[in-house]
C-alpha cells in the first residue's frame, strides 16, 4: 500500500497543470465541445499565468460568497473554451 501511494503522490514538477491545460485547450477546438478549465489550487494557482489572464475574482472567492461564477469566467475568442 506504501508504494502505491508512493506512485500516486504528487509533485510540483509532475506537469499536472501542463496537462491539465494541454487537454482543456485540445478538447476546445472542437466546436461540438464546451471547455471549462477550474484552477482549483488555492496555495499557488498557475493557470491564469499561463494564459496571461489577471482575473479580478477566483475560486476561493466564489467559495467565501464574495463573486458569483460567472465573475470568474474568461472566454477567449473564436474558442469554445472557458478559462
Not at 502505491?4 to 497543470?17: N, P
Not at 475560486?59 to 464574495?66: A, N
Request: hydrophobic share 40%; net charge negative.
Amino acid at each position: 500500500m506504501v508504494a502505491l501511494h508512493r506512485h500516486l503522490e504528487s509533485r510540483r514538477t509532475d506537469g499536472k497543470t501542463t496537462t491539465a491545460v494541454n487537454l482543456a485547450a485540445s478538447l476546445a477546438h472542437d466546436r461540438h465541445h464546451t471547455t471549462l478549465l477550474v484552477d482549483c489550487d488555492l496555495k499557488r494557482p498557475s493557470i491564469a499565468d499561463i494564459f496571461g489572464i489577471e482575473p479580478a475574482y477566483g475560486v476561493d472567492d466564489v467559495l467565501r460568497g464574495d463573486a458569483r461564477v460567472d465573475q470568474c469566467l474568461h472566454h477567449p475568442r473564436a474558442s469554445s473554451a472557458w478559462w
